[in-house]
């Protein structure tokens, strides 16, 4: 095993533990989904959110979007973290409004990345590149980022001097 990928190992295994404890002291605190279940990544965009796993704790996800490819409006009930396997395309993530494209940050194309998210209001993802983009995300069904600090953290810190 190469020191990149036993590193990227690594890091997944903090995130995870990181994700746990935070979500133990904020599960009392979670924000019920506000919107319809039909919005459901899963139920709403199911062409891009491919369920490769799911108990009653967690369910992880395989999501896709295609080079041109705009999804269909979703969101995301529960706190989670994203692992990137491979560098992101170039991306608009609209909110559901249609019209106020949500900025992008420039460390959003980096890999390996582990990164942390509350819930997500509804949503679309447009690939404006020429390849597909590729992540996992673990949501945590009984365990919410809400009041966990800023949504999207990330793991490692964008900058380690």
């Known amino acids: 095993m190469n020191m990149d990928r036993a590193a990227w190992i690594a890091g997944l295994l903090v995130a995870v533990a990181g994700a746990f404890a935070a979500g133990v002291w904020a599960q009392e605190k979670a924000a019920a989904w506000r919107y319809s279940a039909a919005l459901d990544a899963v139920a709403a965009a199911p062409k891009n959110h491919k369920v490769l796993y799911e108990d ?18 979703h969101g995301h009930q529960w706190s989670s973290i994203f692992i990137v396997d491979r560098l992101q395309p170039l991306l608009t993530n609209y909110t559901a409004d249609g019209k106020s494209p949500v900025p992008r940050s420039p460390a959003d194309a980096s890999y390996p ?31 919410q980022f809400t009041g966990q600090g800023t949504p999207g953290v990330m793991y490692p810190p964008a900058s380690v001097n």
């Not at 009653?56 to 409006?73: A, C, M, S, W, Y």
Request: aromatic residues 10%; glycine residues 4%.
């Open 56 to 73: 009653e704790d967690i369910r992880f996800l395989e999501v896709t979007v295609r080079p041109g490819e705009k999804e269909n409006l």
């Open 113 to 143: 990345l582990i990164r942390r998210m509350g819930p997500q209001p509804p949503h679309q993802v447009e690939n404006l590149d020429t390849f597909a983009q590729h992540f996992y995300r673990v949501e945590f069904k009984k365990m």
